[in-house]
């Protein structure tokens, strides 16, 4: 892929990478997960309050791919929560060039219980800026802007 890709490949190649993305959390595939996102990363979870008041304060922020693959040992290892579902539904895409690859997407992620309790989890929107590498798009900046900052657990899978 190179950057003078069209952004009918752009969108083709976001769209890609967003499947993959909700399908490896959904199956708790969180290791693949990190290999979406370039070395030098950012992933920031924010409340949609926060942002429109430019606030500081993260849910969750990650600066590099290292402190994703931290996170997600200390999931495997040493953190204790409900043990439960996901299913991510991710919206129509939009993709724009410029100097940066950036992406937007709404979604809605679902949880479940092994008991069979379902529910909504989270809304909100990815704003993504993307890099191409290795033939495929990889994340280079993540912010996950839940529409609220009550999670009605404890937040501890990405979203």
Known sequence: MSETMSIEAMRLAAYDLLEAYGRLLDEDRLEEWVDLFVED??????????RE???PLSLILCDSK???????MS????NI???HYDCHVVGLIRVEAGPAI????????????????SRLFSVGRYYLELEPQG?????????VVVDTGAIPTLL????
Request: proline share 5%; charged share 25%; hydrophobic share 35%.
């Open 81 to 83: 929560y409900n043990l």
């Open 53 to 55: 008041q430019n606030l």
């Open 102 to 117: 950036t992406a937007t997407a709404p979604y809605a992620l679902f949880q479940s219980t092994p008991e069979g309790d």
């Open 75 to 78: 999931l495997r290892q040493a």
């Open 41 to 50: 990363c950012l992933y920031e979870i924010v409340s949609r309050e926060n």
């Open 66 to 72: 290292d402190m994703l693959r931290d996170r997600i």
């Open 135 to 143: 033939g495929a798009l990889r994340i280079r900046q993540q912010r």
């Open 156 to 159: 501890a899978t990405p979203i």
